[in-house]
């Protein structure tokens, strides 16, 4: 390791000017950008959590109208969903590391790279709109024909919104596969690649498929709201139903969308902390294709009480349960990566040990899900609420934390305090099971989702899940705090801060230069080869 | 049903606890007895053993066959009312739950049934998709426009129990409850007689809007009119497997009874001209129950045969 001097030239002293931002091609910095832009849409999400979880406390319908309820629920799925977790680990962390890590300049298309944090941007402006001036009511989802038909808020606008944002995803969905075959440095092989890598290749692959299907769906909401053809409301000749297809078609593989790259950042980060390479490495890899692949299949275990057919029904479960096995093997792939490492407990192992015990009950809980006699009865419950927080939150935001606090060191060349960063992971931990543990049991009790009063036997979960969204709140403000203020006063980095294998750590200073590399590596071994043996497998 | 369900989710919840403690003292055993001593300690490579991955990757699916198979034999049964269910129509609106009873007593928001009898309902919107729970019989069917869906229980418990509709659908969507309260068949019976003076029966309803809709002019009317030349004979249609135009057949459930009667062009019975008018927009719902109710007492002196010709 090299002494721990910033270097003078790196990507974030090549401007300072907004303009200098605002029109750069590098990928680190747009990057930065996104993560700034997420940043700032995962608070208003959670500000709007944290007012319904306050209405919440009590059975009656009270601190808010009913009217400002739904829209508050509203607002809050579709901000997590389109503007925060979809975009967050690709936009934020992929389009940093992509390059970095396979040893490239930048990403295959700079310019369409920086259209699309543009055009995430601007769907972000048309949904604040629609939401500033009256905000929607129709749930995330968007069920006809309450949406296309019925509710009157600012539906079109945030259809509008959401189109818009989709093209960004699938811009940089376009760029990690072109970049991703094309520009891997000599000697990168596929089974030589970071696992980070296989998730986000995995990842883009969803979403340059499914996002169309998406983008299609809303479209013909806004088409039959304006224009009043019938396509999905029964009374003009629609089908209620088709709209859920093609909603789901998308909004299923989109789940893995936003835990895959997760999962990259969990193996990356379980290996380095255990100093070995992650066990099964072909298996885990496989996996993640997999997921991507049985994710277009399984969207009918949304429509179980929908009036699908009972034989749908039928087949949806049965391939529901295929995607339990590849999720299963990573987690156990994961497990015994640890067994007879150097384990080290840093801020990042923290949020990866977080993601693996809290992603395995997500995940167990979606078997529920998938059982279609179970289904029916939790089946539009809290059971379903705390059974995708605990993949969305407590797998796919431990992992975005798990990223920051890991690649931070190499993003800014400073390290944050070590007390504080731990402190605030466990707080998150336990508020995030404090919020959503309760929930299941509320779901199987009988507590409908979209509730703005509910039946007073509920109260008690309620009361705790409350209290645990005040604890999960501090808990993400905390980071906040100690990672701006490591940006002034953390002392430097150093090129690979952790004693990390990859090329983003051992190639390359941390910041890294505006082009990467001084030259372009040659790979000669395989990934995480902590041992120095160089082992297959 | 609900003990079904509920054995069926503490087999999941165990497989769930076993997995996740598994997982978890793993990691917690692993990490204290593999914690980082110094810091340039250098752990040798493990390679991967593939059957520990075969192994894994078996486990898990046989569990999740076993779920998948139990599961799905309960839902089949909630597919399948038994033969004597009683019918009760259910329509939702915003934000209200409307029900009809076969002698024409009706509800809003409160459901009557008896305890050990089998209740089936049938189930439409006039608005939005609502969807029906009744938490305490783990049972649970969206309302859709345009279409009947169905569900049934037997209540096993006198008392009230909840009715919540679980489908977002607006504005007031949280206050789309009431109750299932269901009573010994005595107390049933009498509240069903209670008010009977001045109601009219769905069945005999549906007769008469049968006569002043001219379903007549063409179907004839009574059990024991024959088949015209014009239009097919309605007797012991419900239940029965009807041949369409186009090759296929359906079995005359509700579902085709009303799409029969709303769009008739939609399914062409075999050998009949498209004449019949379209009555989409000219019989609300309710009355579409009542002129259902009614075709499935249109019984032959012989009584339906399955799969009979129209
Ligand atoms: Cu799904
Ligand atoms: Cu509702």
Redo the contacts with the bound molecule.
Sequence with gaps: MTAAVEPKDNYLTAGFSLKSWLTTTDHKRIGVLYLLSITFFFLVGGLAAVLFRLELLTPPGDLVSADSYNKLFTLHGIVMVFLFLIPSVPAAFGNFLVPLMIGAKDLAFPKLNLASWYVFVLGGLFALWALLTGGVDTGWTFYTPYSSTYSNTYVSLMAIGIFIAGFSSIFTGLNFIVTIHKMRAPGLTWFRLPLFIWAHYATSLIIVLGTPVLAVAILLVGVERLFGIGIFNPAIGGDPLLFQHLFWFYSHPAVYIMILPSMGVVSEIVACFSRKRIFGYKFVAIASLAIAVYGFLVWGHHMFVSSQSVYAGLIFSFLSFFVAVPSAVKVFNWTATLYKGSIAFDTPMLYAFGFIGLFTIGGLTGLFLATLGLDVHVHDTYFVIAHFHYIMVGGAIMGYLGALHFWWPKMTGRMYTEGWSKFSALIIFIGFNLTFFPQFILGYLGMPRRYHAYSPEFQVYNVLSTAGASILGAGYVIPIIYLLWSLFRGKPAGPNPWGAKGLEWEKTSSPPPVHNFAEIPTVTEEAYNYSGTNEQG | MAPRVDMLYFFLIAVAVFFSVLIAALIVFFAVKYRRRSADEQPKAIGVDVRLEILWIVIPFIIAMAMFFWGAVIYLSMAKPPANAIPVYVVGRQ?MWKFQHQNGKREINELHVPLGQPVRLIITSEDVI??LFIPAFRVKMDAVPGRYTSLWFEATRAGSHHLF??????TQ?SQ?AGQVIALSPPDYEAWLAQGATGREPLASAGENLYQRLGCTGCHMAGPTAGMTVRAPGLQDLYGKRVQLENGRSVIADEGYLRESVLRPRAKMVAGYQPIMPVFENQVSEEELVQLIAYLKTLRSAEGGTEGSAP
């Design positions: 934000w609502h969807s509709c679980a489908e977002y659908c607006g969507h789309m």
